[in-house]
């Protein structure tokens, strides 16, 4: 008898699940509550403009090439993959710049130009950081967190001292000059943790930016999407959107029914790839592993005042991915995960497709896409998102030379009260929980219920953690353990 499965959410980590279960014969049906499949990954398109309305960075191909083989398939049977030349640049100050190439000679030459004989130390972080990589992503990352002795190897067990030292710490051991520090810091910032407080064993991390590279599918991150929708319905995936879920119905301690827009939906396994916190509050309280003080005390990754701005001229001095780290990070970091609290002077990304993909924006034109991390759960009004707006197009003008204030046809901001309501996000937080020693692998929340039988989890607060790559593989996992346990 085939099982019913109804998974809750249409992004990565649900659609990559979604993908596997129909391969192992499962009736799959996906509801997604917004108009379209993607999850934070959606798009947003104005006059002719494109945005990736959530992730814009494409690190570690190979987690995709390895998600897209399972099915005997390859990325490129959907989607043309560009390496981005270069990577991204980052700004220190005015006429103070790094532009990351896209291979390591490239790197070394500019860390050269910052420190001499700095290239010489980054060969070496790398190499170690490459070890890591292939230990962390070609293996540990794919186990379901089910238990600490999935973390007990021959290859880990020599890298015990890197989970109890930090990526500040490795770093610095290594190098002086702080922008170089500022550059190696950086990559863990996708990991929704200070690079203080995460283990050093993420260097892997490093190697996917600087060994990887960075890269672009074209017409943005949500053709990605696209093409794991494509395969999820070729495999028999019925998906419906606009569907929002109103409760989780148990009887018996075990998964009955979903009702969905007020229709009962009968399931023999509910899988949700929505906010995990969200999800357990469609419990009945007695049902849910996790109470409120346990929420409150995790550490989560930042959310974000992120701005999509369609400008009526091309930009110069900019790169497709541009950071501006010509503020003091320690005191935006405390802001955000020490003291809650929109900070004075916030470090920001900026992002311009446009730049490598024409259709992204009209011809002519740039596509501008803005993000300030900042605390979740902080205040969050229009008058707020305004003035830093004004801050952060004041500093990017004097920095790059780009006059541009005149040159806004549009703008559309998106903030913590966005993600609270598009993704019922746990107070707005855009990447889910931090990867602390405390809150790595068995320690994160996990994949099936303990106490509804039938009920499972998925996405970026549990295994393996944030960000698109692990997203994929949560799915996986997920997906194996389900089959595991039925």
Known sequence: MTKSIIIIGAGFSSLAAAC?????????????????VGGRARQ??????????????????????????DFDKQSQDYYALQKLSPAYKVFFGK???????????????????????????????IAKAENNYEIAIKDLVYRPGVSPLELITP?????????????????????????????LEFPVLFLGAKPSDTPAFYSFMNFADFGLGTWHPKGGMFQVILAMKKLAESLGVE???????????VENKAVKSVCINGKDYAADIVLSGADYHHTESLLESTQRQYSEKYWERRTFAPSCLLFYVGFDKKLK??????????????????AIYDKPNWPEEPLFYASFPSKTDNDC???????????????PGIKDEQTLRESYFNKIIQRFEKLTGNKVQENIIFKKSFCVKDFIEDYNSYKGNAYGLANTLLQTA?????????????????GQLTVPGPGVPPALISGKLVADLIENHH
């Open 361 to 375: 924006a009209p011809q002519g034109n740039e596509a501008g896409i803005f993000l300030i991390p900042i605390a």
């Open 95 to 125: 006429n103070d710049s790094i532009t990351i190439g896209d291979t390591l000679e490239k790197i070394c030459e500019a860390f050269e130009e910052i420190e001499s004989g700095s290239s010489v130390q980054l060969r070496k972080f």
């Open 317 to 334: 001095n900019v790169d497709h991915h541009t950071l501006f780290f010509d503020v003091d990070f320690e005191k935006h970091a405390t």
């Open 20 to 36: 596997y279960l129909a391969k192992k014969g499962y009736h799959v049906q996906m509801f997604e509550k917004n108009e379209s």
């Open 44 to 69: 947003y398109k104005e006059q002719g403009f494109t945005f990736d309305i959530g992730p814009t960075w494409y690190w570690m191909p190979d987690v995709f090439e390895r998600f897209f083989a």
């Open 155 to 183: 290859e880990t067990v020599k890298k015990l001292d890197q989970f109890f030292s930090t990526i500040a710490k490795e770093v610095r051991k290594s190098f002086k000059n702080p922008k170089l520090v500022q550059v």
């Open 442 to 458: 068995f320690l994160r929340p996990k994949l099936k219920s303990k106490k509804v039988k039938g009920l499972f989890f998925t």
């Open 239 to 249: 998906i419906t959107t606009n569907a929002s879920v109103e409760k989780i119905e």
